[in-house]
């Protein structure tokens, strides 16, 4: 079946460091994969996404690249602030469509 | 426009029980799902559409019910609670179509004893 893991449950960085979050999935190609910030007792807002045949996408502090042959993505944000603490979900598609496998999210904290 | 309303934000059922969750959405997207959250374990698809008279299953369908009379709303039946369905669940919209972003509603938290 497919799955997804992230790096690590938590992350804890100082604030003006560079946070990079690992996504991995198994069992199945993406067409594209997106990722999504949750802060607590909120759903989940849209960030980014990136397609099979691009290697890297940018936006604003954000950064997201996307290895098919490794199978996985990162997401970096740089000069991170305490601002930008929030639980990170990677969620590849499934089939091309709407559907998507998310993974277990990565709480961020940026520490001042 | 408000996007994504879910209705209610936390609710306590018993065992056995039945209820429905609303979800609605003004954003005239086709496609509508429901997913469920629990802890290590991420969002898992539930019931999804594409459109109103359209429905299919996810990923842990058992136990829920759904039904999409409109563009509008997508409601989520429990016939009869378990524990098992102590969760977080949040509805989701989007346009059809590949590299559509969702659109979440707040959640709803629901304790079933």
């Known amino acids: 079946s497919q799955k997804i893991e992230q790096n690590s449950e938590a992350l804890n960085i100082q604030e003006g460091k560079t946070a990079t979050l690992t996504c991995n999935y198994t069992?199945?190609?993406?067409?594209?994969l997106q990722w999504y910030r949750q802060d607590p007792g909120r759903g989940p807002v849209f960030l980014l996404l990136?397609?099979?045949?691009?290697k890297e996408k940018r936006k604003e502090r954000l950064k997201v690249t996307f290895d098919t042959t490794l199978k996985q993505s990162l997401f970096h944000i740089t000069a991170s602030q305490p601002a930008d603490s929030a639980t990170y979900l990677c969620a590849p598609s499934v089939s091309g469509g709407q559907n998507f496998v998310f993974g277990p999210g990565t709480r961020l904290s940026v520490l001042p | 426009n408000a996007g994504v309303t879910q209705t209610p934000k936390f609710q306590v059922l018993k065992t056995g029980q039945s209820m429905t969750l609303q979800c609605a959405q003004d954003?005239?997207?086709?496609?509508m799902s429901w997913y469920r959250q629990d802890p290590g374990m991420g969002l898992r698809l539930i019931h999804y559409?594409?459109?109103?008279?359209?429905?299919d299953q996810g990923e842990v369908p058992n136990g829920y019910n759904v039904s999409r009379s409109t563009t509008e709303d997508f409601p989520l039946r429990l016939l009869s609670a378990a524990p098992s369905q102590t969760s977080v669940y949040f509805c989701a919209s989007s346009p059809l179509g590949a590299f559509e972003k969702l659109f979440f509603g707040s959640g709803t938290q629901l304790s079933v004893l």
């Open positions: 559409s594409v459109g109103a008279g359209i429905t």
């Open positions: 954003m005239n997207h086709e496609y």
């Open positions: 069992n199945y190609s993406p067409a594209y």
């Open positions: 990136i397609r099979e045949n691009e």
